[in-house]
């Protein structure tokens, strides 16, 4: 059973979104081609580069289910919102929302923003405190996503919420369907991760 639970730690709730500081940043050919494997291990290339749902391989890795977290659900307007570029290409008005990901003992694995434009909220997640990919795989949506942006950097907001210290590995992907953008999404990983997947890097060259 997935359940949505909003923290009380007033420092854990999102006064606009978490996005990271970037140390580094992919380029498009680094995205296409991966990276060396000094920089980020194989394990973590599949989670961060490859299309399938992350969800879904949390999941697998933990042996629990994936829970959400909701804490934010707002409507931004027309406004960019400081999001990636990418949220031009999605009609507005438009809304954010925000969630932690975690297993369903608590421990928070992921962080993620998703823009919507606001009219196909209620079409695709009409159970909001599940994650995007239960939602879609519910409604057998079709879905391409596209990797735009891997990040690696800081947050001093994620350190707090994740127990851990940075830095972190994030990205930003759009979700096409029927050759419609359908959301852009932010996500950042807890290096908890590395308990199943192992080191991230072994040293990052900036």
């Given at each position: 059973m997935t359940t949505t639970f909003i923290p009380t730690d007033s420092a854990l709730l999102p006064k606009t979104w978490y996005s990271l500081t970037p140390l580094w940043q992919a380029t498009k050919?680094?995205?296409q081609q991966g990276l060396p494997h000094n920089q980020l291990a194989p394990a973590?290339?599949?989670l961060m580069l490859g299309d399938g749902s992350p969800t879904r391989h949390l999941q697998l890795l933990t042996g629990e289910p994936t829970e959400v977290d909701v804490i934010d659900m707002s409507a931004i307007g027309m406004?960019?919102?400081?999001?990636?570029?990418?949220?031009?290409?999605l009609p507005s008005p438009r809304l954010r929302r925000q969630v932690w990901l975690r297993t369903a003992s608590g421990q928070r694995l992921a962080y993620a923003t998703s823009w919507w434009e606001a009219s196909h909220v209620d079409e695709y997640l009409q159970n909001r405190s599940l994650p995007?990919?239960?939602s879609l795989a519910r409604l057998r949506t079709e879905l391409y996503r596209?990797?735009?942006?891997?990040?690696?950097g800081h947050s001093a907001e994620l350190e707090r919420a994740f127990g851990q210290t940075g830095p972190f590995w994030g990205r930003h992907y759009l979700f096409w369907h029927h050759g419609q953008p359908l959301t852009l999404i932010y996500e950042v990983f807890s290096p908890y991760l590395e308990k199943y997947l192992g080191a991230a890097t072994a040293g990052i060259r900036i």
């Amino acid at each position: 059973m997935t359940t949505t639970f909003i923290p009380t730690d007033s420092a854990l709730l999102p006064k606009t979104w978490y996005s990271l500081t970037p140390l580094w940043q992919a380029t498009k050919a680094d995205i296409q081609q991966g990276l060396p494997h000094n920089q980020l291990a194989p394990a973590w290339q599949m989670l961060m580069l490859g299309d399938g749902s992350p969800t879904r391989h949390l999941q697998l890795l933990t042996g629990e289910p994936t829970e959400v977290d909701v804490i934010d659900m707002s409507a931004i307007g027309m406004e960019s919102d400081g999001a990636p570029k990418q949220i031009q290409v999605l009609p507005s008005p438009r809304l954010r929302r925000q969630v932690w990901l975690r297993t369903a003992s608590g421990q928070r694995l992921a962080y993620a923003t998703s823009w919507w434009e606001a009219s196909h909220v209620d079409e695709y997640l009409q159970n909001r405190s599940l994650p995007i990919w239960a939602s879609l795989a519910r409604l057998r949506t079709e879905l391409y996503r596209d990797v735009q942006g891997v990040y690696y950097g800081h947050s001093a907001e994620l350190e707090r919420a994740f127990g851990q210290t940075g830095p972190f590995w994030g990205r930003h992907y759009l979700f096409w369907h029927h050759g419609q953008p359908l959301t852009l999404i932010y996500e950042v990983f807890s290096p908890y991760l590395e308990k199943y997947l192992g080191a991230a890097t072994a040293g990052i060259r900036i």
